[in-house]
């Protein structure tokens, strides 16, 4: 049972299209997380929910939109796609707040061209 | 303010021969330190952890990491490197911020073994 998947795996548009990625988690963890890995393999924060309260909001443009339908879910709707959205997109829950291990996702390839 | 410095993008080991890879950290608040482990088109694994206690923690697949206050480092060792280990490894360091975990990440050192 994958504990934090992600849909797509892939996902190839145009620019200016609008997209979302879907996240879920079985754990029964109250955190989840958005995290965006550009080409040099290097990992950045960019949202956090706990309990489906948006806790951490990483200056991230406002065309990024997530959207936690519950706790076990945290989607990302982006809009008017840009080609430098282009990474590789994951997901990943803790227990809580506190400082815990984050279990993550598969990831998702976005390629915007 | 927390950050990561991965000394060395790539490297690379004879399989059998010590891994060392090397992280310094710098953070405003007492620091949680942690391992990941990237395989080709997976997501982040959790190799070991340091919160507070032992400064040497143990982690899966033979992996070892020392906590040194003194030298603000978390270097990642295995005594001996098999074909399996190549891989991306991450760094990072957490605390809490404005009440809740915020992780921030190395930029990642590539491990290649050679046989």
């Known amino acids: 049972d994958t504990a934090v998947s992600q849909t797509p795996k892939y996902l190839v548009t145009q620019m200016g299209n609008d997209k979302s990625i879907k996240c879920e988690q079985n754990l029964g963890h109250d955190t989840m997380y958005w995290y965006k890995q550009d080409s040099k393999k290097f990992l950045k924060i960019m949202f956090s929910y706990n309990n489906k309260e948006l806790i951490i909001n990483e200056t991230v443009p406002n065309r990024f939109s997530p959207k936690s339908p519950d706790k076990a879910h945290l989607n990302l709707h982006i809009n008017s796609l840009e080609l430098g959205d282009s990474a590789v997109y994951f997901c990943a829950s803790s227990q809580d707040l506190w400082v815990n291990e984050q279990y993550f996702g598969p990831g998702t390839r976005l390629t915007v061209t | 303010a927390q950050s990561v410095t991965q000394l060395g993008s790539h490297v690379s080991v004879s399989e059998g021969a010590l891994v060392l890879l090397r992280c310094n950290y710098s953070?405003?608040?007492?620091?949680?330190l942690f391992w990941y482990v990237q395989y080709p088109n997976q997501g982040l694994q959790l190799l070991l952890k340091y919160t507070t206690g032992a400064t040497l923690v143990k982690g899966i697949n033979g992996f070892e990491a020392e906590f040194k206050k003194s030298e603000t480092s978390f270097h990642l060792t295995k005594p001996s490197a098999h074909m399996s280990d190549a891989a991306e490894y991450f760094c990072?360091?957490?605390?809490?911020?404005?009440?809740?975990?915020?992780?921030?990440f190395g930029q990642g050192t590539r491990l290649t073994i050679n046989p």
């Open positions: 953070s405003s608040v007492p620091p949680y």
């Open positions: 990072a360091v957490s605390g809490i911020i404005q009440g809740a975990q915020k992780l921030v």
